[in-house]
């Protein structure tokens, strides 16, 4: 039984260190993933890769109680934790950008429509992604764990249980799914 195998099972039964020893032997993928979707798109939130990496984890620190069985599904939870991260990130940025509690003072409309539009398109990829996990929730895990964590197509189908092939052809159809709905 692999280290983290053993700790998953210390999280599942509700032992408080071990989510900080898993982050800790894990740090690296968590990390790679981070950095994975930032590279992407750096400017959606203010966070660089290690804000983003220790955020992920203050969430995990908070989720309390974590129930998975292999490295795999829990680094597909990882990925959820990544996107809830940048959303909430992106959904904060744009509220700040459309007022908060600052005094609006317009300089160049064409400049802030270009500056807001990552942080709005995460909100829409997210809407989006609600709306295929309804259709098809395998093309959202698949969705979540390639652009949000960063995962490669092997780990993806190691998780979800699948051939490469089935992943690849779950990414196009996503992709195809999202950009029909993100035209709307």
Do not use: C
């Amino acid at each position: 039984m692999s280290d983290v195998t053993v700790l998953l099972k210390k999280l599942a039964a509700d032992d408080p260190a071990a989510i900080g020893q898993l982050f800790e032997l894990l740090y690296s993928d968590l990390h790679r993933m981070a950095r994975s979707r930032l590279a992407q798109n750096g400017s959606i939130t203010l966070l660089d890769t290690t804000g983003l990496a220790h955020e992920a984890f203050l969430r995990l620190n908070q989720a309390g109680r974590i129930d998975l069985d292999s490295r795999g599904r829990f680094m597909a939870y990882v990925s959820k934790v990544l996107r809830a991260v940048i959303v909430d990130f992106a959904r904060k940025r744009n509220a700040e950008r459309r007022g908060g509690d600052q005094v609006h003072v317009t300089l160049n409309t064409q400049i802030a429509d270009e500056a807001s539009a990552p942080a709005d398109d995460i909100e829409r990829i997210n809407d989006a992604l609600i709306e295929l996990e309804k259709s098809d929730p395998r093309l959202k895990q698949v969705v979540e764990m390639r652009f949000f964590g960063g995962l490669t197509e092997q780990e993806i189908a190691e998780t979800l249980g699948v051939s490469d092939r089935t992943v690849r052809s779950d990414w196009e159809r996503a992709r195809l799914l999202l950009s029909v709905t993100l035209k709307r």
